[in-house]
Every structure is written in structure tokens, then in C-alpha cells.
């Protein structure tokens, strides 16, 4: 079971406590000031039980922890930052935010068609914020896949059906 406790540092460490033959021990999964998704993600990979990150979020501000917001609320944060000092996005990336703003509680429906956002545009808006790395990643294994797909053969010769000539 894994814990939050505050050390004399004014930090905060994530424990987990197991059993031992001297007695109850805990040991240290990791130590932060503020509680973000990387430590968490440290936190899971260093336990031997399976640490939910809700829990967690829950046992820092039991302990009085501070817990930083989810990474889309510090984007929209400051996009509206920027927005308000007169910054502007690209046409069409405005556009996207729109629409999937506007259709975020409609997603069980289909989508609105007098909408200014092409299906196109819809189905690769998840690529915009991606880097470079992860795109090339996407089209390795895409190549992989198609690599991976049995070849049919040719046969010897292609027949056509006979085409009928008119006559006179």
C-alpha cells in the first residue's frame, strides 16, 4: 500500500509499506515538492503493487500536498494567457480548438455537417501537438505493417474480358 508523507525538508515522499520478517517497513518510491504525472509515473514503475494515479492524487492532498493540474488545463491556461495578450493562432488551427470544443459533449453523435472543420481535418487533429519523433515512429510502424502483409502473385497472364467490337 503506498502512502504520502512530508519530510522535514518540506518535501514529500511516496512510501510503500510491505512486510518483512524484522517487522513493517516502508521504503521510498519518490520525492517531490509538487505532485505531477511524471512522479506518479515514477512512483508506478518503481512499485511492486499497482499504484493508481487518482489514489495517489487523493493521499497528496490528504497530506496537504500541493498537486499540479492535468497538462490540458496548464495548455489552456496558457493559451488564454496568450490570447489575451493579443496572440493569435493559425486560422485553421483555431478553427480545430473550435470544433472540438463544440463537439466535445456530442461525441456519441455524429458530427455537425455545417461545421467549418472538414472530417479530414477532424480525424488528423490528434497529430498537431505531435513531435517529429513521434510522427516518424507512426510511419515506421505503418511501413512495418505494410511490410508485414502477404504479397499475392501474379498470374502468368492477365485476362481480359473480350470487348465487343460493333459491327457495321
Same mark, same amino acid.
Given at each position: 500500500?503506498?502512502?504520502?508523507?512530508?519530510?522535514?525538508?518540506?518535501?514529500?515522499?511516496? &512510501?510503500?509499506?510491505?512486510?518483512?520478517? @524484522?517487522?513493517? &517497513?516502508?521504503?521510498?518510491?519518490?520525492?517531490?515538492?509538487?505532485?505531477a504525472?511524471?512522479?506518479?509515473?515514477?512512483?508506478q514503475?518503481?512499485?511492486?503493487?499497482p499504484?493508481?494515479?487518482d489514489?495517489?492524487?487523493?493521499? @497528496?492532498?490528504?497530506?496537504g500536498? +500541493?498537486?499540479?493540474?492535468? +497538462?490540458?488545463?496548464?495548455?489552456?491556461?496558457?493559451?488564454?494567457?496568450?490570447?489575451?495578450?493579443?496572440?493569435? +493562432?493559425?486560422?485553421?488551427?483555431? &478553427?480545430?480548438?473550435?470544433? @472540438?470544443?463544440?463537439?466535445?459533449?456530442?461525441?456519441?453523435? +455524429?458530427?455537425?455537417? !455545417?461545421?467549418?472543420?472538414?472530417?479530414? @481535418?477532424?480525424?488528423? !487533429?490528434?497529430?498537431?501537438?505531435?513531435?517529429? &519523433?513521434?510522427?516518424?515512429?507512426?510511419?515506421?510502424?505503418?511501413?512495418?505493417?505494410?511490410?508485414?502483409?502477404?504479397?499475392?502473385r501474379?498470374?502468368?497472364?492477365?485476362?481480359?474480358?473480350?470487348?465487343?467490337?460493333?459491327?457495321p
Open positions: 500500500m503506498a502512502f504520502i508523507v512530508p519530510t522535514k525538508k518540506g518535501t514529500f515522499e511516496i &512510501r510503500e509499506s510491505r512486510n518483512t520478517p @524484522a517487522g513493517p &517497513r516502508s521504503r521510498t518510491l519518490a520525492t517531490f515538492k509538487e505532485l504525472d511524471e512522479t506518479i509515473e515514477k512512483a514503475k518503481r512499485a511492486t503493487k499504484l493508481s494515479a489514489e495517489l492524487r487523493q493521499a @497528496a492532498l490528504r497530506a500536498a +500541493p498537486v499540479s493540474t492535468a +497538462p490540458v488545463d496548464r495548455t489552456a491556461r496558457d493559451l488564454l494567457g496568450r490570447l489575451a495578450k493579443g496572440q493569435r +493562432p493559425d486560422p485553421m488551427l483555431k &478553427r480545430l480548438l473550435l470544433d @472540438a470544443l463544440a463537439n466535445e459533449d456530442r461525441s456519441d453523435r +455524429p458530427a455537425d455537417p !455545417s461545421a467549418t472543420v472538414s472530417d479530414t @481535418a477532424r480525424s488528423v !487533429s490528434e497529430w498537431v501537438g505531435v513531435s517529429a &519523433r513521434e510522427r516518424g515512429e507512426a510511419l515506421e510502424d505503418l511501413l512495418l505493417l505494410a511490410d508485414a502483409l502477404p504479397l499475392r501474379r498470374p502468368e497472364t492477365i485476362g481480359f474480358p473480350p470487348i465487343p467490337v460493333p459491327r
